[in-house]
């Protein structure tokens, strides 16, 4: 238990696609918990810069966005590919996106030990 009530919570999951840096959706567990999410009515944002959005939303109802916004924060995030582009967050961003209370869940060990991320 980690304190987080999901039904009210904003998530962010950052990496969509079957693995890092590529841009192919086939057979991707990241896309598979996002939708599971959203059919259980929880706010999940996701984002991955290897997606082309606009072939994304031919196909999906899930909100992705383009970038991250530094002026919004969540409850979660989720860490599910480890792209390029991720490994080059500093501290300060890992921290800019999670609110006060929020927990980084880091699947793929890339996130600061000092922020103390779950990890698997």
Do not use: Q
């Not at 590529?22 to 991707?28: E, Q, V």
């Not at 196909?59 to 860490?79: C, E, G, H, Q, R």
């Not at 080059?88 to 609110?99: A, R």
């Amino acid at each position: 238990n980690v304190g987080l009530n999901a039904l009210n919570s904003r998530i962010l999951l950052m990496g969509l696609t079957f693995k890092e840096d590529c841009p192919d959706l086939r057979n991707s567990k990241a896309l598979e918990i996002a939708r599971i999410f959203e059919i259980k009515g929880i706010e999940c944002f996701c984002y991955d810069p290897h997606v082309n959005i606009d072939e994304f939303k031919k196909t999906n109802t899930l909100k992705i966005l383009n970038k991250i916004n530094p002026d919004n924060s969540y409850d979660a995030v989720i860490i599910a590919v480890k792209h390029k582009e991720f490994l080059e967050f500093d501290l300060s961003k890992w921290k800019g996106l999670i609110t006060e209370k929020g927990i980084l869940f880091d699947l793929k060990g890339i996130i600061p030990r000092s922020l103390n991320a779950l990890r698997l």
